[in-house]
T-cell receptor, first 110, second 113 residues
Framework: TQLLEQSPQFLSIQEGENLTVYCNSSSVFSSLQWYRQEPGEGPVLLVTVVTGGEVKKLKRLTFQFGDARKDSSLHITAAQPGDTGLYLCAGGAGYSTLTFGKGTMLLVSP | DAGVIQSPRHEVTEMGQEVTLRCKPISGHNSLFWYRQTMMRGLELLIYFNNNVPIDDSGMPEDRFSAKMPNASFSTLKIQPSEPRDSAVYFC???????????FGEGSWLTVV
């Protein structure tokens, strides 16, 4: 069974601060995805990374896939209250199913 | 365009009762997933259909759980009999055959008392 460990589990910060959350595994994934889930809603895909060492930027969010394709990080610059939510990483070994981590719950206070 | 539609959004039922959750995937998507989310275990895949055929049901907890997909636009997840430990948010999701983006519904919040 492929497992994804996310850290930290919870993060509470003030608006304007920077933060990084991590997603680690002992397994190699062909692709890794990051989702954000807001209260009362389903997860929504933010980004997919497929190449070891790949870096993708989505406005203030920067995603990196580890060189060995076993880990990933999400960095948020100048966090805003609208960034509040549960951030989930999910690894794929092909295009069948995804394995999800338990997520990092982020709270950004004004 | 309509997303994945799930019903009911919320259900409270007594232990031992049958629960049926329903899902309408996005039109044109031929893969459908049922996930369960709890604080303790996170998001777990229960079952995955491709072209209405169950491909992987290894995540279905036990015989009390069953899922069907009679056609490309409808799926059900049934729990009979329900138990308090089944309380969770159940998500349905769909994807095109060639895509890697999974689109989730808003979830069905189940409480078994």
């Amino acid at each position: 069974t492929q497992l994804l460990e996310q850290s930290p589990q919870f993060l509470s910060i003030q608006e304007g601060e920077n933060l990084t959350v991590y997603c680690n595994s002992s397994s190699v994934f062909s692709s890794l995805q990051w989702y954000r889930q807001e209260p009362g809603e389903g997860p929504v895909l933010l980004v997919t990374v497929v190449t070891g060492g790949e870096v993708k930027k989505l406005k203030r969010l920067t995603f990196q896939f580890g060189d060995a394709r076993k880990d990933s990080s999400l960095h948020i610059t100048a966090a805003q209250p609208g960034d509040t939510g549960l951030y989930l990483c999910a690894g794929g070994a092909g295009y069948s199913t995804l394995t999800f981590g338990k997520g990092t719950m982020l709270l950004v206070s004004p | 365009d309509a997303g994945v539609i799930q019903s009911p959004r919320h259900e409270v039922t007594e232990m031992g009762q049958e629960v049926t959750l329903r899902c309408k995937p996005i039109s044109g998507h031929n893969s459908l997933f049922w996930y369960r989310q709890t604080m303790m275990r996170g998001l777990e895949l229960l079952i995955y259909f491709n072209n209405n055929v169950p491909i992987d049901d290894s995540g279905m907890p036990e015989d009390r759980f069953s899922a069907k997909m009679p056609n490309a636009s409808f799926s059900t997840l049934k729990i009979q009999p329900s138990e308090p430990r089944d309380s969770a948010v159940y998500f349905c999701a769909s994807r095109t055959g060639s895509g890697n983006t999974i689109y989730f519904g808003e979830g069905s919040w189940l409480t078994v008392v």
